[in-house]
Every structure is written in structure tokens, then in C-alpha cells.
């Protein structure tokens, strides 16, 4: 497919991996060509059956596998849809090989990564790719699933047509990063059985996506067990997701950015320390936070951040030490947490007191003024 004029370096990938692969696959087709379905029409001149039918655009498929349907292939699959070369694809499940071979894409069923074919399953005992085994700048190691390989082929072009002509470069990988760090690897590491962390858990986790489309699913007691309309329906819901997450990153968490910078930058007018920030206006702070900390190369890290509350008070809130942690650089004082109003203020000799969280992430005041007090008192007591 073309690619968008917003795709980061690795806008590539597809014709690099392809081109590796294509020799090997071609020696196979000629060798055995019943088992193997033909190349994409830009990459080989044979005869296709139904050829006329196809280029007409009708009867176009994309193939994935029937039976008890999961989160990877009903993304796979929509996000193969959003695209304009997929969009009027037909959707069929199915195991029979002979099927899967008239499909021109097949994902999540096949027992082949071939990307010069357009199969992208990943269920083969040889296949162990990840975002950063087929992209080295990327990070992320987590084994890929049906809709990892897919988003890691054609995401760049998609969110670069859900952002529209001219978006801008940078935000375009911006959005692409956060969206598989996100969204898709937690798909890819729950359907490969990746577990978060060692160890039991202190609770379950049971209302992420892949568990909601898993219910979809029939019961074992209900008499109707089909599934086609409910995967449809599965389509329906993780793209709801992957637009929604898009949408974020784009339209609310980006533009962020540039607050937590400035406020960065005017941090010593705040507090000589360098310790707390003051935003003025509340926006997603923290993974701006931390990332922009070390491109400022700002070495005395930031432990608390003011900004006013829907009800024009102040909070203070701690800096927690990685972005999606419970724990926190430095909480507030221990023997303020849980106390509020005027027992607080008292406590602490600060007016204007209206609470500390009985964990000690947050505190607030009617003040900014107090606020910024609050903040400057949690650091002296902690030296």
C-alpha cells in the first residue's frame, strides 16, 4: 500500500521483510503449488483464479479462522478494513485450506508469517517475532499476535489516514507508539499467554478487552452456537477501542505536552527547589513528565505537581515513580494522611487545608497559595 507521508523510519518494513521472504516462498509455490496460495497482483504476473472477479472488487476476503473467536484476529481484522485497499473485503471463517488459499489476506489461521503473501498467524511453533525482533528501534519484546502483526505492518498508514492530510510527522509515530504500547501489546500478551508479572496476583484483572470479547462468545448452554454475528460484533468493539485510543493520544494527550514543558521550565519560579511544578491548566502529565525530564536532562527529579481542581480549589499531587505505579517519589507527611478541614490545617500550620488521601498521593487546599505550602513542607519534613 502507499505509504502516509506521516510514517516514521519504520514506514518500510512491509517491502523489507517482504522482499526477504519472497524467494523462499516462490521455491515453494513452484514446487508445490496446491498448498500455497498465490502472490499479491504487484507481485507476480500468473494467473489468478477469478482474476476479473477480484480486480472488479468483488469477492475479496480476508480469512481468519472459525469457531471460538479472541481479541487479536477481531482487530486484526477491523484494522484491515479501516484501510482503502481492505475496506470492502468480505470477512470469512474458516480452517479449510482450500478457503484460507482464495483469501487475499489471512491472519491469526494457516500456520504462516509470510507478509509477501499477506498470512500473518503466529500460532507456529516457529515463530517467536516481536515489534522490536522486526523493528530494532522499537522496544517492545512482547511475542506478537495476529493483531500485532498486522497493526506493525499497516498501523502507520491507518492512523495516518484516521489524522488526515497533513498531520504532522512526529505526531504520527507519537500516536503509533502509545497506541501499540497501549492497546495492542496487552492484546498480543494475553492471547501468546505473556503474564504482566511473576508470581500469583494480589486480584484479577477480568475487564480488559480481550475478556470482553471473549464473553461475547456463546455459552456452552446456549442452543445458539453461532458465532459469525457475534465476532462481527467483536469487530465492532475493538474498533471502538483502537479509535477511542487514537483519538486520546491525538486530540487530548499530545497536545499536553507543551504544558508540562512550560511548566518544566518555569519550575525554580515556582519553588527554588526545583522539586514541584504548578500547571496551569490540568492535562495527562505524567508520561509527558517523565519523558521530557530526561530530554531537559533535569537531574533532581520532580516529587510534587499543583494545579486547580473542577471546584477551583488546589491539589498537590505526588509524582509516582513510573507512570502507571501506586508508588510515589515521596508521599505526603504520614501523620497528615486521612485528615481533613481544619484538623489539618492545625496539624500541619497550613490554612486553608482540605484534605491528604489516607494513601498520601494527593492533598488538597483552598488555596494555591496553600497548596504551594503543603508542597514546600512535605519537602523540608522528608530532609
Known sequence: PDRPTCAPPSHCLSDTIALSRVFSLVSRRLATPVLTSPLPRHMSKMSQPNKKMREDGDGKQIGTHDGTFHCDEALACY???????????????????????????????????????????????????????????????????????????????????????????????????????????????????????????????????SSRVGRLNPSWNEEDQDTTKRFHKAMEMVGEEFEDRV???????????????????????????????????????????????????????IKYVLYADQNQNWRVQCVPVESQSFQNRLSLPEQWRGIRDQELSKLSGIDGCVFVHASGFIGGNKTREGALLMAQKALQMSK
Open 79 to 209: 484494522l484491515l478494513k479501516k484501510l482503502p485497499q481492505y475496506r470492502d473485503f468480505s470477512i470469512v471463517r474458516s480452517r479449510n485450506p482450500e478457503v484460507l488459499a482464495g483469501c487475499e489476506v489471512v491472519v491469526d489461521v494457516g500456520g504462516q508469517y509470510d507478509p509477501a503473501a499477506h498470512r500473518y498467524d503466529h500460532h507456529q511453533r516457529s515463530f517467536n517475532e516481536t515489534m522490536n525482533s522486526l523493528v530494532p528501534e522499537k522496544p517492545w519484546v512482547t511475542k506478537l499476535s495476529s493483531a500485532g502483526l498486522v497493526y506493525l505492518h499497516f498501523g502507520q498508514d491507518i492512523i495516518a489516514n484516521m489524522l488526515g492530510d497533513g498531520a504532522d510527522k512526529k505526531l504520527c509515530g507519537v500516536v503509533y507508539d502509545k497506541v501499540y504500547q497501549n492497546l495492542i501489546e496487552e492484546i498480543d500478551a494475553i492471547d501468546n499467554g505473556v503474564s504482566q508479572f511473576d508470581g500469583s496476583p494480589r486480584y484479577l484483572m477480568t475487564t480488559n478487552l
Open 247 to 301: 483519538r486520546y493520544y491525538s486530540q487530548v494527550w499530545w497536545p499536553g505536552r507543551k504544558l508540562v514543558q512550560d511548566a518544566l521550565k518555569a519550575r525554580h519560579a515556582v519553588d527554588p527547589s526545583g522539586e514541584v511544578i504548578l500547571m496551569e491548566q490540568v492535562c495527562p502529565w505524567k508520561e509527558h513528565l517523565f519523558e521530557l525530564e530526561k530530554e531537559l536532562d533535569i537531574d533532581l527529579s
